[in-house]
């Protein structure tokens, strides 16, 4: 039976008779459906993964082609999202370029959120693992971030180049760097809610009749952890997202033709005083999913909070 | 914080002014403007937005400090516009073989001096301070950035009062290296004695320098202002026509810009690297101020590896005696040249002439050493078919994924640059030229710390990729620049830990040939040919793509400023003891 289900009081307990059995994501789904801006933010993220995937099949404009004669014009029927001052279409540069935004941002938060998840969790349980644990922790977050990233990627940048090619090297290059440098916070909000929550009578309970410490972490105190985890991540997409542009600013990201979403916004900001489209879309892309994980995040966090369940 | 006004008045200055040298061999445009008196003008304001720290040429960590200096300390002599040294400093007139001040195997120079000639604190100046700061820059404790003025001279010695003797270790083509420019700033003996080398950092003259030149140090904020007034020993009884200058750091380029051009605030803006689409319209709707550039020998070009940059090679690694995969190819390197647009670079990037023009060659200063053979040349022109022609005659097919291949080799470029808005965008014009050719190229660019130094692999001198790009400079005398660049002697490697010039890693006898009998010749039209020949042979044969000569000054002034002549050669501050309102 799933942890929630502990402190379910005893009419709700009753009622599970009647009803086909519920599941932690059958509740946690049913939750979220009646969070509005949740579900705002689910369709207009699954949106811009869907034009990102699929819209440079629909949109077969070239992202790379120079034509002066086209340059810094707005936007129009030809070029939805205008052109850059080479005349490139920035419609096509932007959904090339949200492929590689979105995917970066969630993959380095995934990671991210895994180490952190995990470190926090061993630490806040285990009382023994706490102080060597946390203790890392605290040497991650004391890492001068610049010259750790210099160190990197002069060690590994042709070694992954080889291995999986420029861009793909680059990719997980920029995703392990990010996800290494990022899982400190989550680390410290799961230890502090594992700390309060392994005090808690559910968790005795489980102890009494013999659960396994893994079973407890996992399927007891984990679901009830969710909440700020899930918050910190909506947060730290955009962050990765807009490291990434800053590696790129640096000469330390991907090639620079490639049109990341950070690229185009740093390669629009000496045209604001009279292309400002350039800047606009990119930029609002970035706004659009930053936010729509948060309220993705927000939705999620209300849905698995066993406390307001139904 | 930044109250600068300006004392402007009405009239436009349109003649140029410029110093007339007495003995000078150098035919400098002289057109002599009214006669002007001393301190008649008000508050001269410059705006430099890299802000000056150290007032020594010798210790200046950059332009702007080394310009800044250059209101107090001078040289024995400047560089004009045309390369040519001109008599504006200390020295009473140019040596020259001619008239005996230098030996016709171009080993020893003789500076004859100014007589009378007064240090700002009222003590007469002397050949033993050129001596002094031979010295001074000799002792490579002093650390000073001027250091490879001093290289390979023998000895500087004060034949009497105003006589100083120059000895090279050999025939030295160019034989003004010491003396001319801001590098051949004269120091004061008495001031900077004491501070020969370690020391040399902590003199107080760094700061409060005591000099020759038409202005004094009156207050110095480092990294702020520094502010001048006139030199009451001067030499010039007329001259300098402002009473005071404000020399203004701080801002960024675009501000700077905008000080000068919208604003009006300043009447000199240095170095306006904006981006030419921008720049344009704002110095075209001014009323108050204008644009002015001066083309030297500043060439942005495309540099090919000869030797093989692949990592799997470990320490053999683009080690000379790797042989590329491909570009040893001519045929392959002569596709390339012709598929790269510097054209349309140069009109839609470099605004058609406002801070560079598209050249095929590499030396295109001072005018007798420019080349007139390479604009015929097939390699110079932009022609898709023509390049696609030359592959297909050499052997390299388009594969399934379009690009060409022969023998197992792709032609898979890595071509790497400075991180800089207009260097990527370059790359984006190259790269769309070689992919019509069934070229595939990878872009890389890094921060130009990491890319300007011997010891980071991403870096120019080690050359682990297949084309770079950057601009080079050089002096008026370009033996130095075609030996270092393209000499196989001077072959960038492990074994001398790249710091030699040569990174394209180029070995030709042919080449060596020409730089040998350069650096023997001591006739004017001579070694011009050589240097001809020597530059057509790098385009011919295509070592390098020349694209863009840049404009090696950009800046602005308040079209009532005269006076201003800038010189690609020297310090923008050359004459600025000539310059009125």
Known sequence: ?310 | MLTLTMAACGQQGTSTATTAPSAAPAASAAPTAAPVTRGQGGDLKILYWQPPTILNQHQATGTKDADAARLVLEPLASWNPEGKPVANGLASEIPTVANGGVSADFTTVTWKLRTGVKWSDGTAFSADDVVFTYQYMKDPKSAVTTSDYVDGIKSVVAKDANTVVVTYDKPNPFFYQFGVSGSGAILQKAQFGAFVGEKAKDAPGNLRPIGTGPYVVKDFKPGDTVLYEINPNYRDANKPFFKTVTFKGGGDAATAARAVFQTGDVDYAWNLQVEANILSPMSKASTVGELFTVYGASIERLLFNFANPDPALGDKRAEPDTKHPFLTDLAVRRALAMATDRGTMAKELYGDGLSGKSTCNLITAPPDLVSKNTDSLDVCKYDIAAANAELDKAGWVKGADGIRAKGGVKLHVLYRTTVNALRQKEQDIVKAGWKQIGVDVELASVPAGTFFTNTSPDGANHFFADVEMYTNSGDPDPTALLASGWGTENIAQKSNTWQKGNYARYSNADFDKIIADLKKETDTAKRAALVIAANDHLVKNVVIVNLINRTFATSGRAKTLKGVNPTPWDSEMWNIADWSK
């Open chain 1, 1 to 310: 039976m799933a942890a929630p289900a502990t402190q379910l009081s005893g009419p709700a307990a009753l009622s599970a008779f009647s009803r086909p059995a519920r599941s932690l994501w059958g509740d946690a789904w049913h939750q979220f459906r009646r969070h509005r801006l949740a579900m705002a933010g689910l369709v207009s993220l699954i949106f811009l993964v869907v034009a990102t995937l699929l819209g440079p099949y629909v949109w077969t404009v070239s992202t790379s082609e120079i034509d002066f004669t086209q340059s810094l014009l707005g936007p129009g029927f030809a070029h939805p999202f205008g052109t850059d001052d080479l005349g490139r279409d920035l419609l096509a540069r932007a959904m090339s370029g949200g492929r590689v935004s979105i995917a970066v941002g969630v993959s380095a938060v995934l990671l991210a959120i895994t180490l952190g998840t995990t470190i926090g969790s061993l630490a806040g349980y285990f009382g023994k693992l706490d102080n060597p644990l946390m203790r890392l922790t605290d040497v991650f977050l004391s890492l001068p971030v610049l010259p750790l990233l210099l160190v990197i990627i002069y060690l590994f940048k042709d070694t992954l180049r080889q291995l999986f090619g420029a861009e793909a090297g680059v990719f997980i290059m920029i995703v392990s760097v990010i996800g290494i440098l990022n899982w400190m916070p989550v680390a410290r909000l799961v230890r502090a809610s594992f700390l309060s929550l392994k005090q808690k009578e559910f968790v005795e309970a489980a102890r009494a009749i013999g659960d396994p410490d893994m079973r407890i972490i996992i399927k007891h105190i984990l679901p009830n952890v969710l909440s700020p985890v899930l918050v910190a991540a909506t947060i730290g997409v955009g962050n990765a997202i807009l490291t990434e542009s800053t590696l790129s600013f640096l000469g330390l990201g991907f090639p620079p033709d490639v049109p990341t979403w950070g690229r185009l916004l740093f390669d629009a900001q000496n045209y604001l005083d009279f292309a400002p489209h350039w800047a606009l879309f990119p930029g609002l892309c970035i706004f659009v999913t930053v936010l729509s994980i948060n309220f993705i995040g927000d939705g999620l966090r209300d849905a698995l909070d066993p406390r307001k369940s139904s």
